[in-house]
């Protein structure tokens, strides 16, 4: 199988021996060349041999005399928010984010704990490949933190809108149905839901790591938590990825509610409290974020997918929420990573305001009907960008910043090549379904053309 390198960080597949300890060892040595003198945090997603890599990371930034904050088994989110906080020199985390049992990797963090620039990443790649190391002066103090999801909870106190959530009753002793993929997210979830005033019904929590479904939190993986959602009288369902930096809602009756909502009600639970505010997401997230943003007098920035991206424009335009639709909310009142604990927080905080009727309107009317496709292309995709904007060329709005976006009024489809797989997504939004997919089908012929030639 193929490494995969990109402002997502480095992930291969272990079964076939793609992701070496030399591979993960060079990387890491890199990375320390790269970042300031200092502490540097270590975290993994708690995936099944992710322990031993993360000790192996530990050994080579020791190795080249750097300290290491050790947090074990954490979400993504939890060690972005530590580097911050401890003003460490950077982060690494052992995780494939979503990606299958038989993927792991690398996301590396700089000093403010967020994912590398573009052209920092492109430095740490050819870094490793040069075999760039520090010289050797000391070895370095490993030492492990002794709560990482208690200072995580600590910093999300702090926030005003979270801290109101809380003085007001917080969940009232609800009950919450979660699914942790059982991974990192299997013990922060739990405690989140007790530190806001609920009870945690944990589906699939246990910690081990073995995943008992596709990791991915798409609606169509999360068959037993919708039915333990509605059958333990949960009033909504939590399923996150791996590294626990995605959110994905399981309506009380049982049924899934698509992605793309967790980052919608995000933000309008924040511009109910700051009107006017600035948005930020990515190109392939649903228009309802206009819509949700126009109600509250708010405005709506789109950046290219991934989520360095997202943040880079968010500070650029002094957002005050963003996120992706892939589940991601990025809340700079806690700190700038996507964090499905902060997204948990801000979701049940606007559930907790609203009535039922308005509530479920929130969850299950759909404005839009959204479609997304993946496809294995042979070939370049920048060869096939002048065969898609012929497909595509009735469009009055053309954006090459990520792959190609074509808009329309009311619709819209975006072709970019994936920073996570070996992949082309085509993701499309209309009115119906059926305008949907003739959207996909289009650019799925041109695809498929290709790798048929």
């Not at 948990?344 to 308005?358: M, T, Y």
């Not at 209309?430 to 949907?436: D, G, K, M, V």
Request: aromatic share 6%; proline share 5%; net charge negative.
């Amino acid at each position: 199988m193929p490494i995969l390198r990109s402002i997502s960080g480095l992930r291969a597949t272990t079964n076939d021996g793609a992701l070496a300890p030399e591979l993960v060892a060079r990387h890491v040595r890199a990375f320390a060349a790269l970042q300031p003198e200092g502490v540097i945090a270590v975290g993994h997603d708690g995936r099944v041999g992710g322990d031993q890599l993360a000790e192996l990371v530990c050994q080579e930034l020791c190795a080249v005399g750097r300290d290491v904050l050790d947090l074990g088994c954490v979400p993504t989110p939890t060690v972005q928010l530590l580097v911050e906080r401890t003003h460490a020199a950077g982060g690494i985390i052992v995780t494939a984010s979503h990606n299958g049992a038989e993927w792991n990797g690398l996301k590396f963090l700089d000093a403010d704990g967020v994912f590398l620039l573009p052209d920092r990443a492109r430095r740490l790649w050819a870094n490793a490949d040069a075999g760039n190391s520090p010289k050797q002066t000391s070895y370095g103090r490993h030492y492990r933190h002794s709560d990482p999801i208690e200072e995580h909870l600590a910093v999300l106190g702090q926030v005003a809108l979270v801290a109101a959530f809380r003085a007001s009753g917080g969940l009232g002793g609800a009950r919450v149905a979660l699914d942790a993929v059982n991974a990192s997210g299997s013990r922060a979830l739990r405690r989140l839901i007790e530190w806001l005033g609920g009870q945690p019904h944990a589906v699939f929590c246990d910690g081990s790591g073995i995943f008992p479904h596709p990791p991915e939190p798409l609606p169509e993986h999360l068959a037993t938590l919708c039915q333990e959602t509605r059958s333990s009288g949960a009033v909504i369902g939590l399923a996150v990825d791996p590294d626990a930096d995605r959110l994905v809602l399981v309506h009380r009756s049982g049924e899934p509610v698509s992605e793309e909502k967790t980052v919608v009600l995000a933000v309008e639970a924040v511009l109910r409290a700051v009107r006017g505010g600035t948005v930020v997401v990515n190109a392939s997230t649903t228009a309802e974020v206009e819509l949700v943003a126009n109600r509250y007098g708010g405005r709506v920035f789109r950046s290219p997918v991934g989520e360095i991206n997202v943040v880079s424009l968010m500070r650029a335009s002094d957002a005050v929420i963003g996120g992706e639709g892939s589940g991601g909310v990025i809340y700079p009142a806690c700190h700038w990573g996507r964090d499905s604990l902060v997204g948990a927080s801000l979701v049940l905080s606007l559930w907790r305001s609203l009535s039922e009727a308005e509530w479920d309107g929130r969850l299950l009317d759909c404005p839009f009907a959204m479609g997304k496709r993946r496809i294995a292309v042979n070939g370049e995709f920048p060869l096939l960008q002048d065969r898609l904007r012929a497909a595509f060329g009735d469009a009055p709005v053309v954006w090459d910043g990520d792959g190609l976006r074509f808009a329309w009024r009311d619709r819209w489809v975006h072709i970019r090549p994936s920073n996570t797989e070996p992949i082309v997504r085509v993701i499309a939004e209309s009115p119906s379904q059926a305008e949907t997919e003739e959207l996909l089908s289009r650019a799925e012929q041109i695809l498929r053309s290709a790798s048929d030639a």
